[in-house]
């Protein structure tokens, strides 16, 4: 369902489920090694993501977000 929503949506969701993953690790695995350089990376990708999601019609985010909220999970 995920791909009949605009290009930046997917990409606003997929960076959200990878960096969330990458959180987990931070918060949870003592044995994680975080970089600086990677985290700049991370944020970087953050305000890509963000920017081209917010230039999305308002229509469409409206729509992802009631679909996330609604979603039929298994």
Do not use: G
Request: hydrophobic share 45%.
């Amino acid at each position: 369902m995920i791909a009949k929503f605009p290009r930046e949506i997917q990409e606003f969701s997929r960076a959200f489920v990878q960096l969330q993953l990458k959180r987990h690790e931070a918060d949870y695995d003592p044995e994680a090694t975080m970089y600086k350089s990677a985290a700049l990376a991370n944020i970087a990708i953050v305000e890509t993501v963000i920017k081209e999601f917010s230039n999305v019609p308002l229509k469409h985010r409206r729509a992802f977000a009631a679909w996330v909220m609604f979603k039929k999970r298994n």
